[in-house]
């Protein structure tokens, strides 16, 4: 059609990069990501055309460090890009999630947030965390002891899921307890797929089709847990503050459900809840999962972390939350993981604010979007040395001198930037300037503190039938869709 060939010959894009049909038309792209396959498809693209691929008429995919401080970061004067708002799914009530907020909501939720993601607040969350992670360790204790094998990525979610659950909502999903996956989990993680497939249908004229793709179990499942956080969110209202969670603080500006304006009324802590539970759990996962993977795969790396934790405590109470962060070498090796396998493959595009915005010397007109590959990135040989090995070593304040030259800021895997909102207190370093991601410190004190108790009490090896190659080979949507990973644990004091 016309619009094809103007896409072609008269777009401003025109000069940028990419197959011939992805510049025509957005149809390429979004078979790739209804197919799950969009993320090493762009990967594969930016090898073929270089650092900033054309990957629809008006979107650009782009693997360059320097995009980080252009797009996402303010400095005086330049404001960062904004996300595109046509591209942000809302939610059922018709009120904002943080994810999605205008600029004065979204500063508002920061300001919330702020003290429950603090040094300070992860002091008051460590009891919290420490009991769930202990929880598990007698778990696996009790598989350890059947000799059965155990998908590591079953259990990670649901650890994760039960603290996030009781930080987020207060109430915990009981799966340790009950020593099996709450039917939630799979419905949230369901929920993210459905939402991208849905917005595919959308774009072209299509919703209804989603009866048809979303299976009705799921459809079912998804009504029932919004009524069920819905209910949760009232309850934990109802507690007030000085509970030891995410919001105390918050609900003492919030009384009469916010008439004050500065709180958050209960439809925004409900939407806000939401993302909590889902961003505060699924992403630390597949960083678990991933490092484990990477771990069975590479026995000489996994002998170096386990001795790093044998021999950095004398006893298991001495490791908490707070003692791991000197576990250099476990820094290492999620750092290292999440390059190889980047928990958000695609954080949100973004766009220049007001009229066109420059990134990386190209001017880039109002209403194009911008996404950054973070896979494409992390597999940037002019980055990162052998940049297809696992090499924890790399992250270390002293790296073997091969690896001294990699370009260590590239990787930024909570996203740099809080969108122009006050900026968060955070105690421990910050590599560029303030994170996109306001969960970072939680997360990495969860990681580390489940890594060490794990390879503290038992030595892992993969189940029967090894893992293989193939666990990396996932779909996404949005996320990614981790397989089973069969370990079996030798506890290490019997
Ligand atoms: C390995 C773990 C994690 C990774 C890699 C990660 C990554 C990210 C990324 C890339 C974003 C930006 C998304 C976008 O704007 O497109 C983000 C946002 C966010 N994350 Fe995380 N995250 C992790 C863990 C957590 C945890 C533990 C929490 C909290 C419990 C959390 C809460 C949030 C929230 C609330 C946002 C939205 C912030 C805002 O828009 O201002 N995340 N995260």
């Not at 507690?239 to 919001?247: E, K, N, P, S, V």
């Given at each position: 059609s016309s619009h094809a060939f103007y896409n072609i010959f008269f777009h401003p894009l025109r000069s940028i990069p990419g197959p011939l049909l992805w510049r025509m038309t957005k149809v390429p792209y979004d078979y790739y990501l209804f197919t799950g396959n969009l993320i090493p498809k762009i990967a594969e693209l930016h090898r073929q055309?270089?650092?900033?691929?054309?990957?629809?008429?008006n979107d650009l995919s782009c693997t360059e460090a320097e995009a980080w401080e252009d797009v996402f970061a303010h400095h005086q004067g330049k404001a960062e890009w904004q996300k595109n708002p046509a591209r942000q799914s809302n939610p059922p009530n018709g009120m904002p999630n943080i994810l999605g907020a205008d600029r004065e909501n979204h500063a508002r939720y920061r300001r919330l947030l702020a003290h429950a993601f603090s040094e300070k607040g992860l002091q008051e969350q460590r009891g919290t965390i420490s009991h769930y992670v202990d929880l598990l360790i007698d778990r696996l204790r009790e598989r350890a002891r059947r000799g059965e094998s155990t998908d590591m990525v079953e259990w990670y979610n649901m650890t994760l899921f039960d603290v996030i659950g009781d930080l987020a909502f207060g109430a915990s999903f009981n799966s340790l307890q009950d020593r099996k996956q709450h039917e939630w989990i799979p419905a949230i993680l369901g929920n993210v797929q459905s939402v991208v497939v849905a917005s595919v249908f959308r774009e072209y004229g299509m919703p209804w089709l989603n009866r048809w793709a979303v299976p009705r179990r799921m459809q079912q499942l998804r009504v029932r847990n919004f009524m069920y956080a819905k209910q949760k969110v009232v309850e934990r209202a109802e507690?007030?503050?000085?509970?030891?969670?995410?919001?105390d603080r918050i609900l003492i500006k919030s009384v009469d459900d916010n008439a004050g304006g500065e709180g958050m009324n209960q439809g925004e802590m409900l939407n806000n809840a939401s993302v909590l539970v889902l961003g505060g759990s699924e992403t630390s996962v597949t960083t678990l999962s991933g490092l484990t993977y990477f771990l069975l795969q590479n026995p000489e790396k996994m002998a170096m972390l386990v001795k790093e934790i044998r021999s950095s405590f004398k006893s298991d109470d001495e490791i908490d939350a707070f003692s791991v962060a000197r576990l250099t070498y476990l820094s290492g090796a999620l750092e290292e993981t999440m390059r190889l396998y980047p928990p958000v493959p695609f954080p949100a595009a973004r766009m220049p604010s007001q009229g066109e915005g420059t990134m990386c010397g190209l001017s880039v007109p109002e209403g194009v979007s911008v996404q950054m590959s973070q896979v494409g990135i992390g597999q940037r040989p002019d980055y990162f040395h052998l940049p297809e090995q696992f090499v924890p070593e790399r992250w270390l304040d002293e790296p073997p001198p091969e690896f001294a030259g990699d370009n260590r800021s590239a990787l930024q895997p909570f996203v740099?930037?809080?969108?122009?909102?006050?900026r968060p207190r955070i105690g421990i370093e910050i590599r560029l300037t303030d994170m996109q991601c306001i969960g970072r410190n939680l997360a990495y004190a969860e990681m580390r503190l489940i890594v060490a108790k794990l390879l503290w009490h038992f030595d892992l090896e993969a189940a029967a039938g090894g893992v293989g190659d193939a666990w990396l080979q996932q779909k996404a949507w949005g996320l990614w869709s981790k397989k089973p990973l069969y370990v079996r644990l030798k506890d290490v004091a019997s």
């Open positions: 055309y270089g650092p900033i691929v054309r990957t629809a008429p507690l007030g503050a000085a509970r030891g969670d995410f919001w740099v930037g809080t969108r122009n909102a006050s």
